[in-house]
């Protein structure tokens, strides 16, 4: 099992915001970062750090952290935001990296 | 514009050593800003980091899989390589190469992947 703790699965009606969580001990010492992947996809680089997208991507993502808990919040969901969601970060020693067990996101 | 390429067998036979080569176009391997990570994905199944590797031949590896990981630089071809031996069937996954940038905001996030390579571990 992942030191980084998903929600398997998260649905949200379309238009509305819905926030995909990661928790982890790390997390309190190590930023993270965010990735969607679309079926038969590599996985994309959506948020990286504490609240960084990379070019190209909408800003309709944002990321957060709190003690042990980064979130990655999608405003007005979009059907093309239908996808499966990873977090990544370090793991308790600081000397990996480690990636949660994903999320899948439906857009209702 | 940076891209990444793998390359290497479909499929291995179990017992033996999977390798895969990752084929950098863009920017050199050399470059002292980002380290350089493979990554697979069981079918079905989560991401998994299997390592990573700085211009300077210095790696990291998954506690899980150090003993069976080798990653290393072929820094005239601009490409870097995975080998992972003993392989069994819980091996079979798409591999994936990646650049994970250095810097202190930069969050271990890999910003470009590479398609991805299908290995099939089967006799």
């Known amino acids: 099992s992942s030191e980084l703790t998903q929600d398997p699965a998260v649905s949200v009606a379309l238009g509305q915001t819905v926030r995909i969580t990661c928790q982890g001990d790390s997390l309190r010492s190590y930023l993270a970062s965010w990735y969607q992947q679309k079926p038969g996809q590599a996985p994309l680089l959506v948020i990286y750090?504490?609240?960084n997208r990379p070019s190209g991507i909408s800003d309709r993502f944002s990321g957060s952290s709190s003690g042990n808990t980064v979130s990655l919040t999608i405003a007005g969901a979009q059907a093309e935001d239908e996808a499966d969601y990873y977090c990544n970060s370090r793991d308790s020693s600081g000397n990996s990296v480690v990636f949660g067990g994903g999320t899948k996101l439906t857009v209702l | 514009q940076l891209q990444l390429q793998e390359s290497g067998p479909g499929l291995v036979r179990p017992s033996e050593t999977l390798s895969l080569t990752c084929t950098v176009s863009?920017?050199?391997?050399?470059?002292?800003?980002?380290?350089w990570g493979w990554i697979r994905q069981p079918p079905g199944k989560a991401l998994e980091w299997i390592g990573s590797?700085?211009?300077?031949?210095?790696?990291s590896f998954n506690p899980s899989l150090k003993s069976r990981v080798t990653i290393f630089l072929d820094t005239p071809k601009n490409q870097f390589s995975l080998k992972l031996n003993s392989v069994t069937a819980a091996d079979t996954a798409v591999y994936y190469c990646?650049?994970?940038?250095?810097?202190?905001?930069?969050?271990?996030?890999?910003?470009?992947w590479g398609q991805g390579a299908m290995v099939i571990v089967s006799s």
């Open positions: 863009g920017v050199s391997i050399t470059s002292r800003s980002s380290y």
């Open positions: 990646a650049r994970q940038p250095v810097g202190p905001t930069m969050a271990d996030a890999f910003d470009v």
């Open positions: 750090g504490k609240n």
């Open positions: 590797i700085y211009y300077s031949g210095s790696t």
